[in-house]
C-alpha cells in the first residue's frame, strides 16, 4: 500500500489510473446526452410534467389510474373529469428552497407543473368516480357502466 502513492502520485483523488481512487467515472460526463433544457419548448417549467408517471388498468369492474407524486401534497393535485370523458391530474410540485450558504451539487428532482389527460371510454359512470392518495401515489377509480348480459331465451325446436 505504501507504494501506490508514490507509483501513482500523491494526489490520490485526482488521479485517473489509481484503482484505489476516490474519484468515480462518470460516463455520461464524456457524452453530450440531450437534457431537458437542450430543448426550448421543455423549460424546468415542464419537466415535472414529462417525469409523471401514470399506469392505467382495466378491471372488471374500474378503470384504475396510478400516479407518482412524491413529495405533492393532496391539496396540491387536481383531478377533473370533463364532459366528453377527459380525465386530467394536474397540479405543482414546487421548488425547494435555496438557502444562502448552500452549495447545489446536483439537481435532479423535477418541480413545476404538471398534467396529464386520458379519454375514458364509453362504459365509465362518471359520476362515481374515486381518488385517494397514499405515500405520494395518486390513485383514481373510475367505476365501469354495469354491462347487462344478454338475455338468452331457449327456442324449443319441434319435429
Request: neutral net charge; hydrophobic residues 35%.
Amino acid at each position: 500500500m505504501a507504494m501506490i502513492p508514490t507509483i501513482f502520485g500523491n494526489n490520490r483523488r485526482s488521479s485517473l489510473f489509481d484503482p484505489f481512487s476516490l474519484d468515480l467515472w462518470d460516463p455520461s460526463k464524456e457524452f453530450d446526452f440531450p437534457t431537458v433544457s437542450s430543448f426550448p419548448s421543455l423549460s424546468r417549467e415542464n419537466s415535472a410534467f414529462v417525469n409523471t408517471r401514470v399506469d392505467w388498468k382495466e378491471t372488471l369492474e374500474a378503470h384504475v389510474f396510478k400516479a407518482d407524486l412524491p413529495g405533492v401534497k393532496k391539496e396540491e393535485v387536481k383531478v377533473e373529469i370533463e364532459d366528453d370523458r377527459v380525465l386530467q391530474i394536474s397540479g405543482e410540485r414546487h421548488v425547494e428552497k435555496e438557502e444562502r450558504n448552500d452549495t447545489w451539487h446536483r439537481v435532479e428532482r423535477s418541480s413545476g407543473k404538471f398534467s396529464r389527460r386520458f379519454r375514458l371510454p364509453e362504459n365509465v359512470r362518471m359520476g362515481d368516480v374515486k381518488a385517494s392518495m397514499q405515500n405520494g401515489v395518486l390513485t383514481i377509480t373510475v367505476p365501469k357502466v354495469e354491462m347487462k348480459k344478454p338475455e338468452i331465451k331457449f327456442v324449443e325446436i319441434s319435429g
